[in-house]
T-cell receptor, first 113, second 115 residues
Framework: DAGITQSPRHKVTETGTPVTLRCHQT?????MYWYRQDPGHGLRLIHY???????DKGEVSDGYSVSRSKTEDFLLTLESATSSQTSVYFC????????????FGNGTRLTVT | GENVEQHPSTLSVQEGDSAVIKCTYS??????FPWYKQELGKRPQLIID?????GEKKDQRIAVTLNKTAKHFSLHITETQPEDSAVYFC??????????????FGTGTQLKVEL
């Protein structure tokens, strides 16, 4: 599993509340990513990080923010959750910046009611 | 940015038959193409990948082909088995501003292998 742990695994929250998802890795990889998975859309990149305090937006970043204060942790925050953010969220790492695959965590299923 | 299209969205085959899933990409600068398998409720897992300097790669019953000119790549599974039933995703890589790999994914193919 490439030493990736996502927490929580499941969460139900109400519209308008802030939510933080955590991704923890144990192998000191530089690159970390947050994707969301929705039926009919595949996996879409939300934000990514290329080092401590170095982050950038992906294609579906509106309504999300991230932080990476330590190599091992990459946090995804939904500022004010909406029903459209109901999804499965996957954290991923890549071992290098070259042609290396992404390795995914087990995912967080988030339901916004 | 990159756009990846994947077909078919569903595929049903008889056990022992072959299955082919096709993808096209838009960015000629993309140079890395992985394939992922995702079982129900699980994470996507890499099954095979190909780099743009190679036209074909095989790993046991799985093969991937790449046509850079046409911007096509395909996954071939031979002698399919029930455990091959899953959703398969293709992807193409873009290089990100800060380094690292942005994978743009296709929308997935639900493969069902029937007994």
């Amino acid at each position: 599993d490439a030493g990736i742990t996502q927490s929580p695994r499941h969460k139900v929250t109400e519209t308008g509340t802030p939510v933080t998802l955590r991704c923890h890795q144990t192998e000191n990889h530089r690159y970390m990513y947050w994707y969301r998975q929705d039926p009919g859309h595949g996996l879409r990149l939300i934000h990514y990080s290329y080092g401590v305090k170095d982050t950038d937006k992906g294609e579906v970043s509106d309504g999300y923010s991230v932080s990476r204060s330590k190599t091992e942790d990459f946090l995804l925050t939904l500022e004010s959750a909406t029903s459209s953010q109901t999804s499965v969220y996957f954290c991923a790492i890549s071992t290098t910046g070259g042609n290396s695959p992404l390795h995914f965590g087990n995912g967080t299923r988030l339901t916004v009611t | 940015g990159e756009n990846v299209e994947q077909h078919p969205s569903t595929l049903s085959v008889q056990e022992g038959d072959s299955a082919v899933i096709k993808c096209t990409y838009s960015d000629s600068a993309s140079n890395y193409f992985p394939w992922y398998k995702q079982e129900l409720g699980k994470r996507p897992q890499l099954i095979i990948d190909i780099r743009s300097n190679v036209g074909e790669k095989k790993d046991q019953r799985i093969a991937v082909t790449l046509n850079k000119t046409a911007k096509h790549f395909s996954l071939h599974i031979t002698e399919t088995q029930p455990e091959d039933s899953a959703v398969y995703f293709c992807a193409a890589k873009e290089i990100l501003t800060g380094g690292g790999n942005k994978l743009t994914f296709g929308t997935g193919t639900q493969l069902k292998v029937e007994l």
